[in-house]
């Protein structure tokens, strides 16, 4: 059965300090997609990254950051020189054949001024 | 474009009411879900859809129905709600359908839903 675990409940840091967040992930599928989503405190949910289980290459937009690691099944996600507008719940997720998307319980980022 | 529709937005029933959410798509996607938010156990997945005619059980499916006749619209239903339903209850779609899941989801806003 497929599983995200966000170990990190809840992370506080100063803005323009660099901050990861971790995602392991369990999955006995050799093909399959994550994802990573954005939740600000208004609530929508926000799509932020897919990756293909077949493309282990990291990727950089702006200010983020994704490491995907197979030997680890990981799939974590940093955010360089954090803004107060970084502030949200931010998801995990995986799919696997059918497209059931199962989420991670989220990690809690607070930046503060 | 409207995208994904959720309505209510809020709702308060009483144990034992039951009710319908309903959520509509203008997107033409195959895919629709509903998952429900609970506090540190993130999103979870009440049921999903492929296509017109074909639901499945997603994680938590007991006390929730669905059905998909037409390709826009996919309600779930509270057959007799319970405090432990309390939740905000998401719908999402996307362009995957039978074939292929790859696709970003997009969601609805969210509907509250109270039972006392």
């Known amino acids: 059965a497929q599983k995200v675990t966000q170990a990190q409940t809840e992370i506080s840091v100063v803005e323009k300090e660099d901050v990861t967040l971790d995602c392991v992930y369990e999955t006995r599928d050799t093909t399959y997609y994550l994802f990573w989503y954005k939740q600000p405190p208004s609530g929508e949910l926000v799509f932020l990254i897919r990756?293909?289980?077949?493309?282990?290459q990291n990727e950089i937009s702006g200010r983020y950051s994704w490491n995907f690691q197979k030997s680890t099944s990981s799939f974590n996600f940093t955010i360089t020189a954090s803004q107060v507008v970084d502030s949200a719940v931010y998801f995990c997720?995986?799919?696997?054949?059918?497209?059931?998307?199962?989420f991670g319980a989220g990690t809690i980022l607070r930046v503060k001024s | 474009n409207a995208g994904v529709t959720q309505t209510p937005k809020f709702q308060v029933l009483k144990t034992g009411q039951s009710m319908t959410l309903q959520c509509a798509q203008d997107?033409?996607?195959?895919?629709m879900s509903w998952y429900r938010q609970d506090p540190g156990m993130g999103l979870r997945l009440i049921h999903y859809?492929?296509?017109?005619?074909?639901?499945d059980q997603g994680e938590v499916p007991n006390g929730y129905n669905v059905s998909r006749s037409t390709t826009e619209d996919f309600p779930l239903r509270l057959l007799s709600a319970a405090p432990s339903q309390t939740s905000v209850y998401f719908c999402?779609?996307?362009?995957?359908?039978?074939?292929?899941?790859?696709?970003?989801?997009?969601f609805g806003n969210g509907t509250r839903l109270t039972v006392t």
């Open positions: 859809s492929v296509g017109a005619g074909i639901t």
């Open positions: 997720a995986l799919s696997e054949a059918g497209n059931k998307l199962v």
């Open positions: 990756r293909n289980s077949f493309d282990e």
């Open positions: 999402a779609s996307s362009y995957s359908g039978r074939s292929s899941y790859n696709s970003p989801l997009h």
């Open positions: 997107m033409n996607h195959e895919y």
